[in-house]
């Protein structure tokens, strides 16, 4: 395998996400460890602006960065594209989707989440979910197949379209403010004959408010912006069954729907529970305070894959910063433990948490406690904290400012047009 595999520690890192690139950022230029970075995709996919490709706000490529560039400079750090179907966590040997197999002295598990359909009838053949690259522009097509469709067939014939967004979290309420935004203002500016097509946007959650994890009055403010931007909001019902054309609510009344994104929550990725490892929660494998797995000294998991607990006893939230964090600390543990030290415990600074709802309208609570702050400030915060995560991805993030002020400043204008093919390929890391 050339130069990587000759130094003395070995480390395999399956995923190429926010926490299996932090651990390998952590040990690159480490002259005794060399690393093997795995991904079935080879690209470093930024899912926070996810929902901003499904909805035309931007390029593809510009949420999708080569992990070949990124650690292009680096030689202790060899990059493959490669489906991993198996982990034996005994031998650290991991098994490939072509046959091959790759074996290391150090195991990191980043392979991140899917989404979790609860085992809803129909959800997982027809509900669009949005955590990867693929899914975004899946959804991308539908919406443009929807529209393309109803320009073609006029609005009397069109009737009024409507789409369901299940799930009130960060991510279902960002989607639908994004989706309704889109299909209320910049479809009908862009194209007149949409302009006298009714369209609108359900947002369905089993909980009575919306941003679970927010505290009443960020909660409310995302509701009424929501409603300011068309949203309707079906909240305290659960959908019990998602079709082609309609979901089913448990209050017996049906929805219909051309599109139904699911952001009712997520699992780990199905490799994780496969490795024979402890898993709790969610899939996610059960991590010692250091992110070794129990009875696996030299097997890290972190990331979404992992369930890692706070300082106040209870699970830390699947949260960018949270695998970021996480994924140093393992890089970190690794090279304290090739050259003899104590491994530390993961100690995870809260920056907070915050949600955009659409133009001039976010939530952000900063800091360990918190600090509640609405409107045009929690979007300045949720720019700077995500310019700041995605610079960890890339050098430059040029294409995210210069978004942000298109965005800001011009109300309406969107750069990209859904009813034309995006461009797809990952730029490169700088
Ligand atoms: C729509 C959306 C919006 C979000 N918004 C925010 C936000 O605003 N702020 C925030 O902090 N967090 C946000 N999150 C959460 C955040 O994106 C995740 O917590 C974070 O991506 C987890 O990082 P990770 O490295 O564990 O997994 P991921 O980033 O998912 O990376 C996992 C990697 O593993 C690879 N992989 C998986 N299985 C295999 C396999 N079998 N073989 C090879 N490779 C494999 C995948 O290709 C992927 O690159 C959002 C998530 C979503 C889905």
């Keep these: ?9 070995h480390v395999v ?15 690159t230029g480490q002259p005794d460890i ?28 510009d949420v999708s960065y080569d992990l070949a560039d990124m650690f292009a400079e680096h030689d202790n750090v060899e990059v493959r594209t490669a489906d991993v179907t198996a982990v034996d966590p005994q031998t650290r040997t991991v098994t490939l989707a072509d046959g091959g197999t790759v074996t290391g002295d150090v195991l990191v598990l980043a392979a991140g989440a899917q989404a979790n359909f609860f085992g809803v009838p129909g959800a997982a053949q027809h509900a669009y979910p949005l955590y990867t690259l693929d899914d975004a522009l899946r959804l991308r097509e539908r919406l443009r197949e929807v529209y393309v469709e109803a320009a073609a ?39 007149e004959k949409l302009a006298l097509i009714r369209s609108r946007v359900v947002l369905v959650d089993h909980g009575h408010a919306v941003l679970g994890p927010f505290g009443p009055g960020a909660q409310a403010y995302a509701a009424e912006q929501l409603q300011r931007r068309g949203v309707r909001l079906r909240l305290g019902v659960t959908a019990t069954e998602v079709s082609a054309d309609h979901v089913t609510l448990d209050d017996g009344t049906t929805v219909p729907t051309r599109a139904t994104v699911w952001g009712g929550g997520i699992a780990a990725a199905p490799l994780v529970g496969a490795c024979g490892v402890g898993t709790g929660r969610g899939g996610r494998v059960d991590v010692r305070p250091d992110l070794t797995v129990d009875g696996h000294p030299d097997v890290y998991a972190a990331g979404d894959a992992a369930n890692i607990t706070g300082a106040d006893g209870l699970p830390l939230p699947q949260l960018a910063s949270v695998a970021q964090q996480a994924g140093r600390c393992v890089g970190f543990n690794i090279i304290a433990a090739a050259c003899g030290r104590p491994r530390s415990a993961f100690a995870y600074h809260d920056k907070g948490i915050m949600a955009m ?7 952000a609570e900063l800091g360990a406690r918190h600090h509640e702050l609405h409107g045009r400030i929690a979007f300045a915060a949720w720019l700077g904290i995500h310019a700041y995560l995605m610079a960890d991805a890339r050098a430059e993030t040029n294409a995210f400012v210069t978004w942000a002020e298109e965005f800001y400043l011009r109300p309406g204008h969107c750069p990209q047009r859904l009813l034309t093919p995006p461009a797809t390929t990952a730029r490169s890391a700088s």
């Excluded at 709802?357 to 939530?363: F, H, K, N, Y």
Aim: aromatic share 6%.
């Design 357 to 363: 709802i659409g133009r001039d309208a976010a939530v």
């Design 1 to 9: 395998m050339g130069g990587v595999s000759e130094r003395s520690t």
């Design 153 to 191: 067939e006029g609005p009397a014939s069109a009737g009024e379209i409507t789409f369901v967004v299940v799930g009130g979290g960060a991510t279902g309420v960002e989607t639908a403010g994004a989706l309704a935004e889109l299909v209320g203002t910049i479809l009908p500016r862009q194209f």
């Design 34 to 61: 060399s690393v093997t970075l795995l991904d079935r995709n080879g690209y470093h996919q930024f899912q926070p602006l996810l929902y901003q490709v499904a909805t035309a706000e931007i390029d593809p490529a």
């Design 13 to 27: 890192v399956i995923g190429g996400g926010f926490a299996g690139v932090a651990c390998a950022r952590t040990l």
